[in-house]
């Protein structure tokens, strides 16, 4: 039976025991939340990473009509099987894919900041070298899935010009602000739960770089779950004062967490087409009732509560049923207005220009070796 039949729960539980034994590919769902488009230009010379020679493909290619061309690439992605960069794909799915690719890693750049914000605070020595080693993480993820876009056709730079410009977007999660320590416990907890929740289903995702990318990043997420779990379980069973500063950063992330899995289905522009694709393989209001279910126990055992009035388990339904998201609000970070939007993307900017001589230092150091490389010859 495929995970994908299992249904939810069964699919993660098998997804788990495929990370965990170090196996290969799991399967692919929805990506980083709101995800809006970009207008990414792909120009076709833009190719790297050895893309500019045409494959075997492109000499079949030549003569098949555009419609037979949709009917092989969708039977093969039918039949599970990996797209890669020089096959031929439409060029809809190629724009997702950059569109949503570069959006993820924008995010796992952009989500650098609100913990990178408590280096120097962490409470203590072990503390402070386990958020820097989750911090490089994600600086990490980035640098993958900025190279599995680059195999599409757009080139790093490109990317980081629409990020800076504020043309492509970034989950919305990371335009807000981190007051308390709690809130790096609260982060781990559920913004890397549910981007675990988002990202296992990616391992198996139809385009072969952005799935193989997925695999080793979901590794990682899952010790920054549980690092950001135990940070909340030492603060709920502290001082009065340090369960409170548990509680208020539930209450702080809480909902933002919810949206992360993007528009209710009913609003998704984008899910049929992506789940045709296997891009996506749940819808995003699949995926966000199963990280309720799998994450109300979990703060049941903190002793926290969820800030949710209409929290509810349904036994008919084994589900929890919970209260209406307020979309004007995820609709008003993503517009740019966020508590920390523009703090966000000013830093990315400092830091872009600050990299400036690293930037022309690793040139001229390549040039250097280049230079002597030759004189050796
Ligand atoms: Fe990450
Ligand atoms: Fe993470």
Known sequence: ?????????????????????????????????????????????????????????????????????????????DADDKIEPKDWMPDAYRHTLIRQISQHAHSEIVGMLPEGNWITRAPSLRRKAVLIAKVQDEGGHGMYLYSAAETLGISRDQMTAQLLAGTAKYSSIFNYPTPTWADVGAIGW?????????????????????????????????????????IMMTLARGTPEQKRMAQDALNRWWWPSLMMFGPSDAES????????????????????????????????????????????????????????????????????NGPCNRERLDARR????????????????????????????
């Open 269 to 336: 522009k984008h899910t049929a087409q992506s789940m045709r694709w296997k891009i996506k393989r749940f819808s995003n209001d699949e995926l966000r009732q199963h990280f309720v279910d799998v994450t109300v126990p979990q703060a049941e055992f903190l002793g926290l509560k969820v800030p949710d009035p209409a929290l509810r388990w349904d036994e008919a339904s084994q589900h929890y049923e919970f209260g209406a998201i307020d979309w004007s609000e995820f609709n008003n970070v993503l517009k740019g």
């Open 350 to 377: 400092r830091a872009w220009d600050e990299g400036q001589w690293v930037r022309e230092a690793a040139v001229a150091h390549a040039e250097k070796q280049k230079q002597r490389a030759a004189r050796a010859a």
């Open 1 to 77: 039976m495929e995970p994908g039949e299992q249904g939810l729960g069964g699919f993660f539980e098998a997804i788990r025991h495929a990370v965990n034994c170090d196996t290969k590919n799991v399967v692919g769902a929805t990506n980083l939340c709101h995800i809006a488009s970009v207008p990414s230009k792909v120009e076709k010379c833009v190719y790297t990473q050895g893309l500019d020679s045409l494959g075997k493909d492109a000499l079949h290619v030549a003569s098949a009509t555009a419609s037979a061309l949709e009917a092989r690439f969708q039977a093969r992605v």
């Open 190 to 230: 559920l913004v890397d739960g549910a981007a675990i929740m988002n990202q296992i289903p990616i391992c198996r995702c139809s385009y072969g770089p952005y799935a193989r990318a997925m695999v080793r990043i979901c590794r990682e997420e899952s010790f920054h779950q549980r690092q950001g779990f135990e």
